[in-house]
């Protein structure tokens, strides 16, 4: 089935991810493309939308990233955002110039045309006069285009919104995708079904149809390992591949040294429930090993997954003429993985994208590539997993190896181990587990000097780190009460031998990764 699309040009905003994410909130597909993807292209997919994103630019900077100026009359509607207003105001005739007054965060938008839904301030329909944005722009639009109309302004800028609906161009010069805009997502609303005609055809049923025929494609008669973690991603992708192929999906566990405290028998457990085909593999002793030594958290990261692809084409080989290697890679691994799209720069690598080595005998299928977490758990609702599996927090594929900063050690693991496992249950037992996006332990490289029982110690320090967030691309730190925060140090302090210093992250993402490493 071919599903209505509006295509997002990326040039490189951190929030480029996040529009999209916002308009398959809405049931619209949406898919993010490189900004000098050729017209013809953008034309041949007959797109119901069009969105230019911010970026970090100014449009006047020398190799400043453009689009074909054919865009704007390729014949849907043309959503500019920030950097992407700034854009097709320069690109039209408009004037575009450093801001007097430079606008990032909050800022107070007030529409100033009626809001008739097939006029200018279609976009605003049903919005208030006022509304508070998020901005972060350093240049403003100074005049807009010739034909188009100033919808709405700010304290700082004369055009914080313009309009051209005879030729279905549209241009807001703050965040409507973000959580701290607003009524963001009633605009985008506006933009996708009042101004684009869609029609909300995106649906986890029909994805689950869709990926399975897709591998079902791509596998032909073959046979498919499938990296199981435990987690949800790693499921649900199984449960896919499952019913696609059937019995030629065999999956691998593999206990690499780094689990928490006793969750490679846990798991264990869990998927004998599931009944599909489990291969358990120890391989704690290969992965220590290539660990041993390793301070830098990429080349950990590399490490870790180069031992992964050994293990699995060792595994695969007992199983016979297997080609391909299915593994649960997300949007957000790949977008902050590698620069697949417009301006986005490498945040780190994912050892599901990043740490594979570049010569693999094994195809990869990752039928939820271009999911976010949020999305994952909402299919396998669908496909009938147990709650249980739905609502388990991300635990990163690296696993406490990037929870130790400095080298990985016995030692080391032990002492995060204990610390991690009581993190969790206090937090389950407070009932925060499922209202945080993640909760978990952090063992720090410094040592620092404390009293116990009248002697001095001089031990680790671990940091709490818990966040909120709807799909992990942005985070912002949870307020867990302070009673809580006092037992989760008292307890680690007195139960873990070796750590007498606790501290609390009360860093957001951005600028902070949720993964210290």
């Known amino acids: ?105 909050h800022a107070t938008v007030s529409v100033v045309r009626d809001r008739d839904r097939s006029g200018p301030a279609a976009l605003f329909a049903d919005v208030p006069d006022e509304i508070r944005v998020w901005a972060s722009h350093g240049d403003f639009v100074a005049a807009a285009p010739s034909g188009f109309s100033v919808v709405a302004t700010s304290t700082n800028a004369p055009v914080a919104a313009m309009a051209h609906p005879e ?22 609303r506006n933009f996708a079904y009042g101004v684009c ?37 790693s499921t649900v992708a199984a449960l896919i591949i499952h019913r696609a192929v059937g019995d030629r999906l065999t999956c691998i566990f593999v206990d690499n040294g780094v689990l928490r405290l006793d969750e490679a028998s846990q798991i264990r457990k869990r998927f004998e429930r599931l009944r599909l085909p489990l291969v358990f593999v120890d391989a704690s002793t290969l992965f220590l090993d290539r660990l041993a030594g390793v ?59 990043g740490g594979l080595p570049e010569r693999m005998r094994m195809q990869l299928v990752e039928p939820l590539r271009e999911l976010f977490k949020d999305e994952v758990r909402e299919v396998g609702r669908t496909l009938g997993l147990d709650e249980e599996f739905v609502v388990r927090q991300p635990f990163p594929g690296p696993g406490l190896a990037v929870r130790i900063l400095g080298e990985v050690t016995p030692e080391r693991l032990a002492l995060l181990r204990r610390a991690d496992a009581v993190v969790a249950e206090e937090i389950r037992r407070d009932g925060w587990y499922t209202r945080l996006w993640q909760s978990f332990a952090v063992l720090l490289p410094v040592q620092s000097v404390g009293v116990m029982g009248d002697e001095r110690t001089y031990e680790y320090t671990v940091a709490i780190r818990a966040v909120e967030s709807k799909d992990g691309m942005t985070a ?9 925060l006092a037992r989760l140090s008292s307890r680690i302090v007195n139960d873990v031998k070796g750590i007498n210093r606790v501290v609390y992250d009360i860093s957001s993402k951005p600028p902070s990764t949720i993964e210290w490493e």
């Open 476 to 484: 912002d730190w949870a307020r867990l009460p302070h009673d809580l």
């Open 167 to 188: 030729r279905h161009l549209y241009a807001l010069l703050f965040h409507p995708e973000v959580v701290h805009t607003e009524r963001g997502l009633a605009i985008l």
């Open 1 to 105: 089935m071919t599903h209505q699309t509006i295509i997002v040009l990326d040039f490189g905003s951190q929030y480029t991810q996040l529009i999209a994410r916002r308009l398959r909130e809405l049931s619209v597909y949406s898919e993010v493309w490189a900004p000098d993807t050729p017209i013809d292209k953008i034309r041949a997919r007959t797109p119901a939308g069009i969105i230019l994103s911010g970026g970090p630019k100014s449009v006047s900077d020398a190799g400043a990233p453009r689009c074909d100026p054919a865009v704007y009359d390729v014949g849907c509607p043309v959503l500019g955002i920030c950097y992407g207003m700034q854009l097709m105001a320069h690109a039209l005739g408009g004037r575009v110039e450093p801001a007097p007054h430079r606008e990032f965060g």
């Open 197 to 233: 005609g869609c029609t909300g055809d995106w649906t986890m049923a029909s994805f689950v149809d869709e990926a399975i025929g897709r591998v079902r494609a791509k596998v032909g008669d073959g046979r498919v390992v499938c990296a199981l973690s435990g987690g949800v991603d």
């Open 295 to 353: 301070v830098d958290p990429e080349k950990k990261r590399k490490a870790i997954g180069a031992a992964f692809i050994e293990v699995f084409e060792a595994e695969a080989a007992k199983l016979g003429d297997v080609g391909f290697l299915a593994q649960g890679t997300l949007y957000p691994d790949v977008i902050e993985s590698i620069s697949i799209v417009g301006q986005a720069s490498m945040i780190k690598s994912h050892h599901n994208v």
